[in-house]
């Protein structure tokens, strides 16, 4: 090999890892399988920008969200609508982004699902399969809602055991049912109900 060849191969290689060092290898997780693990699950709308934290051990983020549906919460108390406080994990302290790849990334005024694990011992839920667990509400007038999602930094690890690259945002398909070329808001929640067997907490609209 070349001088030159193998030049070129170790900068393949280089940006190979720096990729790796920037992606997580998660598992493949379907609706059924979210519906499952979360704790909690909400169609909820975000409220402001999300605002890191330093009154946790862990660098973490405070998400404010308008709830218009709790679909599972594994707190009875909790109330079906209103505004609730999420602590996120990762965060900006002193200038410096503690940041988890493939975490989910959040706007202000996004209407969105959001699969969330029961608090940790700093308070914080973790999004269920990280950005697998935030699926974004795109409504357009005259069309039923659609969600979309973005998987951007994540490795899914599909059944099988093959590790596949996904990134960027498009209309949901799920593996799980090749048939399906795009899904709902009404499908998606149907989905998450069925498994729950239950019609849950509703408030608003769908």
């Excluded at 493949?28 to 909400?42: K, P």
């Excluded at 402001?48 to 709790?70: A, F, I, K, Y």
């Excluded at 069925?194 to 608003?204: F, M, S, V």
Aim: with cysteine; charged share 20%; glycine share 10%.
């Amino acid at each position: 090999m070349t001088l030159h060849g193998a030049g070129r191969l170790c900068l393949i290689i280089l940006l190979f890892l720096v990729c790796q060092t920037r992606a997580s290898t998660v598992e493949h997780l379907s609706v059924e399988q979210l519906t499952e693990r979360a704790d909690h699950i909400y169609l909820a709308t975000v409220i402001g920008t999300p605002q890191s934290t330093n009154d946790t051990d862990d660098p973490s983020t405070r998400l404010h969200l308008s709830l218009s549906r709790v679909l599972k919460s594994g707190t009875p108390v909790e109330s079906p609508s209103g505004t609730i406080e999420v602590l996120l994990p990762g965060g900006t302290i002193d200038g410096i982004r503690h940041q988890i790849a493939g975490m989910p990334h959040f706007a202000a005024g996004q209407e969105i699902v959001l699969f969330l694990s029961k608090p940790d011992a700093s308070g914080r839920r973790w999004p269920i399969g990280l950005a697998q667990a935030k699926f974004d509400v795109q409504r357009q007038a005259g069309r039923p809602a659609q969600v979309t999602r973005s998987l951007d930094g994540l490795h899914r690890l599909e059944p099988g055991g093959a590790a596949r690259r996904v990134g960027g945002s498009a209309v949901l398909t799920d593996t799980d049912d090749p048939s399906s070329e795009a899904m709902s808001l009404v499908e998606l929640l149907g989905r998450i109900q069925t498994r729950l067997g239950t019609r849950g907490q509703q408030r608003g609209r769908d």
